[in-house]
């Protein structure tokens, strides 16, 4: 069914993400209300986490490196539905974690929430480098080292960036 990069405008990936949209746009109003409370917060957040874990669990082959889901290439694992409930789920908890950061008075984390623009621009190159470099093998374990260790060495770009070209950033500062 994958064809590659040959649809318009990538209409087979835009009519999956379509989903995410409409119930995004759906809810958003009753999410928000609901992450306002911390204790909910909290709870929303647990409960995501345990169904991505599931979910993930079930869908992806981590021992073969194309086995991830991916909307881009229409490879949504051996139980399709569960894409859409991981993603859902991925973005319940990432919501309850940036809200509950939010509160959050600590420096460092204030940076990298400026920042993310940064990790994101930086991290599929060092990615690549690192994983180039040492050989690693493509475990869970390993990409979340990896990805903590470019979370690191994009921390000095990131105060860099906000001290001398914090356009970069937004104009945002800590």
């Given at each position: 069914m994958y064809l590659g990069d040959v649809l318009p405008f990538r209409l087979d990936s835009s009519l999956v993400g379509f989903i995410f949209f409409t119930i995004g746009n759906l809810f958003k109003n009753k999410i928000i209300?609901?992450?306002t409370n911390t204790q909910y917060t909290r709870c929303v957040s647990v409960v995501a986490a345990i169904i991505l874990i599931v979910s993930a669990y079930i869908n992806l082959d981590l021992s073969d490196r194309n086995g991830a889901c991916s909307i881009d290439a229409?490879?949504?694992g051996p139980i399709p539905?569960?894409?859409i409930v991981?993603?859902?789920s991925g973005s319940l908890l990432t919501l309850g974690l940036c809200s509950l950061f939010s509160k959050s008075k600590n420096k460092?984390?204030?940076h990298l929430s400026n920042g993310t623009i940064i990790i994101l621009g930086f991290h599929w190159l060092m990615y690549v480098l690192?994983?180039?470099q040492f050989k690693?093998?493509?475990y869970l374990w390993a990409n979340l080292i990896v990805s903590f260790v470019i979370l690191l060495m994009c921390y000095p770009i990131i105060i860099m960036a906000e001290r001398y070209c914090p356009l970069l950033l937004g104009?945002?500062?800590a």
């Open positions: 209300r609901v992450l229409m490879r949504y539905p569960l894409f991981s993603g859902i460092s984390l204030i690192i994983f180039s690693l093998p493509s104009n945002r500062k």
